[in-house]
């Protein structure tokens, strides 16, 4: 992180400060604790003035449609959308510079959904680095400006959001393939999704993938450089 190794004492320090966190399960929320006191704690430790707390976590309710009453209920209060909103706004009130969100838009409707994103957008336009994790990759291409795809836990292609205008862009058959399967683009299936499978048994798409031969299922490719991305296969 900005250079230097992450440490187990320097993420003591980073956590809630430079770097935070959106997480998957709205369970993270402290269930003894009232959600407005949960941001105010988060905007404190992300570096806003005592003085300007206030004011900061009404404004951060406001932007993820949560009427200010909210702020004094419990999370058993809250429906499942809007303790995920709450959730998107404790990690995003402070002045962290990575915001890293895993899964942050499941659950919510879509007014909600293009206004987290777009409060993601910006922060990012502002020069902070978003990590975005998400099934959704028509989401991610509203606000993303480069899209990593893994099979089967490893990294198979890093292609530029605007490649997805083109798929014949596309560098990598999984990539292809998943892209092919969106609602939008016909529900195209290749065979059953790839499961976690042994280093030894190769590229871990092999065995769905029409292009392989005798390397694709003996070798692990490496990670290669390809036009502005990178892709993970013999063939490309």
């Not at 510079?97 to 909600?112: C, H, K, Y």
């Not at 292009?211 to 490309?236: T, Y």
């Amino acid at each position: 992180f900005k250079g230097e190794p992450l440490t187990p004492q320097r993420l003591k320090i980073l956590r809630g400060r430079q770097i935070s966190l959106i997480p998957q399960s709205v369970t993270s929320l402290n269930p003894l604790l009232r959600v407005g006191l949960q941001v105010a704690r988060a905007a404190q430790l992300g570096g806003i003035a005592r003085k300007d707390v206030p004011t900061t976590v009404r404004q951060a309710f406001t932007r993820y449609l949560l009427p200010e009453e909210v702020m004094g209920w419990y999370p058993f209060q809250l429906s499942g959308g809007m303790a995920r909103r709450v959730l998107t706004a404790t990690a995003t009130v402070g002045k962290a510079d990575l915001i890293i969100a895993d899964e942050p838009t499941s659950g919510l409707d879509p007014v909600a959904i293009r206004e987290a994103l777009g409060h993601l957008r910006e922060l990012a336009d502002t020069g902070k680095a978003v990590l975005l994790i998400t099934h959704d990759i028509e989401a991610a291409l509203q606000i993303a400006d480069m899209i990593t795809v893994f099979c089967a836990g490893s990294t198979v292609e890093v292609a530029r959001a605007e490649d997805y205008n083109f798929p014949d862009q596309l560098r990598h058959p999984y990539t292809k393939a998943l892209w092919a399967s969106l609602p939008i683009n016909g529900f195209i299936s290749t065979g059953l999704p790839p499961g976690r499978i042994s280093p030894a048994a190769g590229c871990s798409f092999h065995h769905c993938c029409n292009d392989q031969n005798s390397d694709c299922c003996r070798n692990i490719p490496d990670l290669k450089s390809s036009a502005k991305g990178w892709v993970r296969c013999h063939h490309a």
